[in-house]
């Protein structure tokens, strides 16, 4: 059933497109106009397209809608005015004839001053959406996620582009950021944490290999690097703040791709006629799992992925503005062993049946409610949980499966957050929330030891706890480019009562319209990977306890200053310098090792730890980015940083992500093609990265032959570095605008030019040598979309 539709589907795109040969050269663009504090709609706003000809332009109904026809498809600006607020210039805003463009436009209000001059401003992506964001935080667009080389989509491999972020391995989307480890990310989504949203993730992990994520359902949003506003809580090196869209409500749309990673199909449209509700779903079922199903083997291994995700909104009169959203990814893999022992002498794998999986998912439901003294309470109950496991089984001579190894990480969480937000008068606003988390667990990982031949639980845990957290912020503007923000946040585990009482502040001052300078300081925490608490002490008698369970919260201090220049509207320069104290950082008990949980990635470590473990980053940030401009945009990163800890022994070393050095340049150019018409619109854009390589312990070689594996140098910890990493990724498309239908062909093509990048080293004991393995090739990925 599954086949002949898709089948269908394909037919019905592939061969349906001709008929549509005549162009749509205009579309309609739509929207809502508020206040960007209290979300109270502005009546009587201005909306202009610039250098129309004839006019377009229209104001703002008593709901703040407004409503544009005959825009010409290709790339627009609208310029936003209203009385007492702050003029908008949006750019570059891509009218297609596929699908209506429906915005959501908040407006600054105007703090009136004598002597002073009122200067439009244009929006730009190095502010963040978040007025209380104002230290190492940026927007990002979904155009971004698709349009950057090789970013696929996703938001995470889009901000390997960003200073202070690095990729972990080519295979997977997860990152470093300012040299933490990657589990201090935070992934929020409608202002509520959700889990590490990736396909083929791992427990106490932020990535995985394909972002669950749909594009079609992400709107802009806001991505932070280090001192964080107040209400960001439970995290320690980044946070991915992920709004969502809302569907078209007015008009039903579709949108299907077919491409290397998945086919997607996503629909939108209203309930009813005179109904402002909508709803919006996407889903995905991944091409790897067709073509295995075709009898084709990719890897060795059998992979399966597919996802939906959605977000429904639901308006009403009295009670406020109900929506519900959500997202669910199932993912696995599987390796089959070959029934001949004289594979197994080739390569030992292939002695083994492996099955791993991840699921991951989250429901919500949230209330939007106004009140007339410029204030409202924005309320979200969210169920989202995991599932991850890993089963190995080696077989005998019999070629009988034998159970060597098996996990088995379930876990579930009910989040209680309420938000209010209060407009006192255009130059103060404050912020004040609570969120309550209820944390389910059950817990279970056997693996036979090098002292036996059975297999021995070494993790095995039911049970509940809860977490706690409180902010206040408070944004006061002195005038027009003076503005501060203070704030408190507070984090409380009752799994064993640790809290942290955590201030926050930033100032930003505009020199003039072109400069700034920015000061932000923050304390943060955050709790560890559930998994971590219950590692087993034993005992000679055989029982065992539970030390890890009083472990208190990891804790940072990160202090910024930047500086931002304007050249013109659409360049600037941004440079930021930071330093970050980590302290309460969970190390080994054992005075010799050199363990620190700053060097970790992901799984439960257990490892006995105690709190005295410390960490530090610091280091200069450069960005020259130029947003699109007569079809050009470039963006320019470079970072300089170290990034050291305090193992136990009472030695300071590199951390594991300490490269030292990043840079990262990304371009793009577009080429419109019967320019009357806007029919064709050719696009290329190239990404190169070049990074300093991750630091690795070197092996012990003669210890190595010795014990038949791998022993490490410890008194070497990190201190080697894998070559400098280098990759360039080239983006092709061609989109193009029929009659009621855009279409876009493209191909991205990661490490373009097949440079072999070292991922590690390895310990070969059939031939007694240390060996390197390296990372991914070139990649082509292929896709067609077609929106209508």
């Excluded at 269908?8 to 508020?34: D, K, N």
């Excluded at 409500?249 to 990673?261: C, D, I, P, V």
Aim: proline share 3%; net charge positive; aromatic share 12%.
């Amino acid at each position: 059933m599954k086949s002949k539709m898709t089948k269908q589907i394909l037919s019905f795109i592939l061969f349906s497109i001709p008929f549509f040969v005549s162009a749509q050269s205009t579309q309609t663009v739509r929207g809502t106009i508020a206040d960007k504090i209290s979300q109270q709609s502005l009546p009587g706003a201005s909306v202009v397209v610039l250098n129309s000809d004839p006019f377009i332009g229209s104001t703002t109904d008593a709901d703040g809608n407004f409503k544009l026809t005959g825009v010409p498809v290709g790339k627009q600006t609208l310029k936003i005015t209203f009385m007492g607020y702050k003029e908008i210039v949006m750019q570059n805003l891509s009218v297609n004839a596929g699908k209506e463009l429906v915005l959501t436009i908040g407006l600054e209000e105007e703090i009136a001053q004598m002597d002073e001059v009122t200067v439009s401003a244009k929006v730009e992506k190095n502010k963040a959406l978040n007025d209380m964001s104002m230290v190492s935080t940026r927007t990002f667009s979904v155009e971004e996620t698709q349009k950057f080389a090789a970013a696929v989509n996703d938001p995470a491999r889009m901000a390997t582009s960003f200073a202070g972020v690095v990729q972990g391995m080519d295979g997977n989307n997860t990152i470093s950021i300012r040299g933490n480890s990657p589990n201090g990310l935070l992934w929020r989504m409608e202002g509520v944490e959700i889990p590490n949203p990736n396909h083929f993730s791992s427990v106490g992990s932020s990535g995985g290999g394909i972002s669950i994520l749909s594009a079609q359902l992400l709107s802009n949003s806001d991505f932070s690097t280090g001192a964080f506003a107040a209400e960001y809580g439970n995290a320690l090196s980044g946070v991915f703040d992920l709004k969502l869209r809302r569907g078209n409500n007015q008009k039903r749309e579709y949108t299907f791709q077919a491409g290397f990673l998945g086919i997607d199909a996503s629909m939108e449209g209203p309930f009813k006629k005179g109904y402002d509700g909508s709803y919006l779903i996407n889903y995905r079922y991944s091409t790897l799992s067709l073509i295995s199903k075709m009898g084709v083997e990719i890897g060795g291994a059998t992979t399966i992925f597919q996802d939906v995700s959605m977000n429904i909104y639901l308006p009403t009169k009295k009670l406020g503005n109900f929506s519900v959203f959500g997202f669910g990814g199932l993912s696995s893999q599987t390796s089959t062993a070959y029934k001949d022992s004289l594979k197994w002498e080739e390569d030992e794998f292939y002695r083994f049946n492996t099955n791993f999986y991840s699921n991951t998912g989250a429901i919500g439901l949230t209330n939007t409610k106004l009140f007339k003294n410029q204030s409202y309470l924005k309320t979200a109950l969210v169920f989202s949980g995991t599932q991850n496991g890993y089963m190995e089984d080696k077989l005998n001579m019999n070629y009988e499966g034998i159970r060597e190894y098996e996990e088995k990480y379930l876990q579930n969480k009910l989040t209680l957050s309420s938000v209010y937000t209060r407009k006192i008068n255009p130059k103060n606003n404050i912020r004040a929330g609570v969120i309550l988390n209820q944390l389910g667990y059950n817990l279970l990982k056997k693996d036979i030891p090098d002292t036996s031949t059975e297999l021995m639980e070494k993790l095995k845990i039911n049970g509940s706890t809860q977490t706690a957290q409180g902010f206040f912020q408070w944004n006061h503007k002195f005038n027009n480019g003076f503005t501060t923000n203070a704030g408190l946040h507070y984090m409380h585990l009752l799994l064993n009562n640790s809290q942290s009482v955590e201030p926050r502040a930033s100032i930003r001052y505009e020199l003039n319209p072109k400069h700034s300078v920015s000061l932000g300081y923050g304390l943060h925490s955050q709790v560890l990977p559930i998994g971590v608490y219950f590692a087993r002490s034993y005992t000679a008698d055989g029982t065992y306890t539970s030390p890890n369970k009083k472990l208190q919260l990891s804790k940072a201090q990160h202090i910024v200053a930047g500086y931002d220049w304007n050249i013109n509207s659409f360049t600037h320069i941004k440079t930021e310098l930071y330093y970050q104290h980590l302290f309460n950082v969970p190390v080994s008990i054992d005075k010799t090792s050199t363990y620190s949980s700053l060097n970790a990635i992901d799984g439960y470590g257990q490892q006995i730890l105690e709190n005295k473990g410390l960490g530090k980053n610091y280091g200069l940030e450069l960005t020259l980015e130029r947003y699109m401009h007569r079809n050009l945009y470039y963006l320019l990163s470079l970072s300089l940083y170290d990034s050291k800890y305090k193992a136990p022994n009472g030695n300071w070393y590199d951390t594991f992500f300490n490269t030292n050095y990043a840079t990262s340049f990304t371009m793009g150019k577009e080429w419109t093609l019967s320019e009357k018409r806007k029919k064709r619109v050719i696009g290329c854009n190239i990404k190169s990265l070049y990074v300093g390589g991750l630091r690795y312990t070197p092996i012990d070689l003669p210890a190595s032959v010795v014990a038949g594996e791998a022993k490490f140098k410890e008194t070497e910890t990190f201190k080697k570095k894998n070559p400098d990493y280098y990759r360039l990724d080239i983006r092709v498309s061609c989109k193009r605008n029929f009659n009621k239908i855009t279409t876009t062909l493209a191909l991205d093509i990661q490490n373009t030019s097949n440079h072999k990048n070292v991922g590690g080293q390895y310990f070969d004991d059939k031939t007694g040598e240390v060996k390197y393995w390296y990372q991914a090739g070139l990649i082509p990925i292929l896709s067609y979309k077609v929106e209508f």
